[in-house]
């Protein structure tokens, strides 16, 4: 039975981070806000309100988490290319989903949000040396160093995997 937290799967990358990987990667990121409006578009405020997943998120608010990670992936990309080895700041993302704006208001502003993120961070992305992606943060949460072209995997995984938990429950329910 398929696990509708992680419809496709969780992220996993083995070895070394190939120019292909990336140029891919890149293109996910690109990619992730036609697939976010496609995921939601038709759906009313009501199917919008619905969970992916019986305790999960509501759609809207997974929309509104994909705006609110991303901002802040882009945030610790930025702190990584210009200190060394920057600690960053965790967040609890759990916590900003039950916020007002995540959990009441209409997905559009975050749906804009991520067209206009995510164009300055593939501009940012397709710029960077092989140097660049070697760089990496302190995530005091995890306690893992993190480079940045294993991130760069990370979150074009984060961004399929998200809009998959929402076309799961559309395909699951028919809508």
């Given amino acids: 039975m398929m696990d ?4 496709i799967g969780q992220f996993t990358h083995e070895g070394e981070v190939t120019l292909a990987h990336r140029q891919q990667w890149i293109q996910d990121v690109a ?5 976010a409006r496609e995921a939601v578009e038709g759906l009313n405020e009501e199917q919008l309100s619905l969970p992916y997943r019986d305790g999960g998120w509501m759609l809207k608010q997974v929309i509104h988490h994909m705006a609110d990670s991303h901002m802040n992936s882009v945030i610790r990309f930025k702190l990584a290319l210009t200190e060394d080895t920057p600690t960053i700041r965790p967040y609890f993302e759990e916590r900003w989903a039950e916020l007002s704006d995540s959990k ?3 997905v559009e502003v975050s749906l804009h949000l991520l067209d206009a993120l ?4 593939s501009a940012l992305l397709y710029a960077l040396t092989d140097e660049d992606y070697a760089k990496a943060f302190y995530h005091p949460a995890s306690k893992e160093t993190m480079r940045l072209d294993h991130c760069l995997g990370l979150y074009a995984w984060h961004g399929k995997h998200h809009v998959a938990q929402i076309t799961s429950l559309r395909d699951r329910l028919g809508i």
């Fill in 4 to 7: 509708f937290r992680y419809p």
């Fill in 31 to 35: 990619d992730l806000p036609k697939r």
């Fill in 104 to 106: 009441d208001m209409g």
């Fill in 118 to 121: 995510h164009r300055r961070w």
